[in-house]
C-alpha cells in the first residue's frame, strides 16, 4: 500500500503560480512512477504530468506543456508540480497517484494503483 497526500492548493489569479506537493508513506517510494491528474467539474479525470521513478523522465499533457514541472524528491518520498502561468481553464481538482511498483509512466487513469484524496486549485480570471 501506498498512502499519497497532497498539499498546496489554493486560489491564484490567472498568469500566477502554485506549486503542488504529495507526500508518500512507502519506504520504497523510488520505485514507483508517480503522476499528476486533475478533474475539472463535469468532466473526466485527465492526465497531466508524470515522472519516472528515479526522476530521470517526464511526461507532460501538451496543455501543460512549457508551464508546468514535475520533480521528485526521492530522500523525502515526495512528488512535486510546480504550475506557472495558470489559466482559468486549468481550475480543478488535482490528484496524485502512483503507478504500480516497478511500472513506467502511463497517462492511463486506469494505470495507476494509488491516489491520493486531491486538492483544489481554482484560477480566477
Known amino acids: 500500500q501506498v498512502q499519497l497526500v497532497e498539499s498546496g492548493g489554493g486560489l491564484v489569479q490567472a498568469g500566477g503560480s502554485l506549486r503542488l506537493s504529495c507526500a508518500a508513506s512507502r519506504r520504497t517510494f523510488s520505485s514507483y512512477a508517480m503522476g499528476w491528474f486533475r478533474q475539472a467539474p463535469g468532466k473526466e479525470r485527465e492526465f497531466v504530468a508524470g515522472i519516472s521513478g528515479s526522476g530521470t523522465n517526464t511526461y507532460y499533457a501538451d496543455s501543460v506543456k512549457g508551464r508546468f514541472t514535475i520533480s521528485r524528491d526521492n530522500a523525502k518520498n515526495t512528488v512535486y508540480l510546480e504550475m506557472n502561468s495558470l489559466k482559468p481553464i486549468d481550475t480543478a481538482v488535482y490528484y496524485c497517484?502512483?503507478?504500480?511498483?516497478?511500472?513506467?509512466?502511463?497517462?492511463?487513469?486506469?494505470?495507476?494503483?494509488?491516489w491520493g484524496q486531491g486538492t483544489q486549485v481554482t484560477v480566477s480570471s
Open positions: 497517484t502512483a503507478r504500480y511498483l516497478n511500472a513506467t509512466i502511463t497517462d492511463l487513469v486506469s494505470g495507476y494503483a494509488y
